[in-house]
């Protein structure tokens, strides 16, 4: 993850957005009987509030669960 990464100024609408789709894709986990863990959950609040990228989310979740 690009620790350097400045926020983003996103607005409300966009974080709305971005909170939908994760509680989305949250319940389209837990439908298939897995649980998103407190990491990448925590992952994804950051991205939600516009202080880290999608790409970061990204990079978190491979250094997370690629081993």
């Given at each position: 993850m690009n620790e350097k990464t400045e926020p983003i100024k996103i607005?409300?609408?966009e974080r709305?957005?971005?909170?939908?789709a994760f509680d989305i894709?949250?319940?389209s986990v837990r439908l298939e009987?897995?649980?998103?863990s407190p990491e990448a959950e925590?992952?994804?609040a950051k991205y939600i509030n516009g202080e880290i990228t999608?790409?970061?989310?990204?990079?978190g979740l491979d250094k997370?669960?690629?081993?």
């Open positions: 607005s409300d609408e709305q957005k971005r909170q939908a894709g949250r319940g009987g897995f649980i998103v925590a992952l994804n999608s790409e970061d989310v990204i990079a997370l669960y690629k081993k």
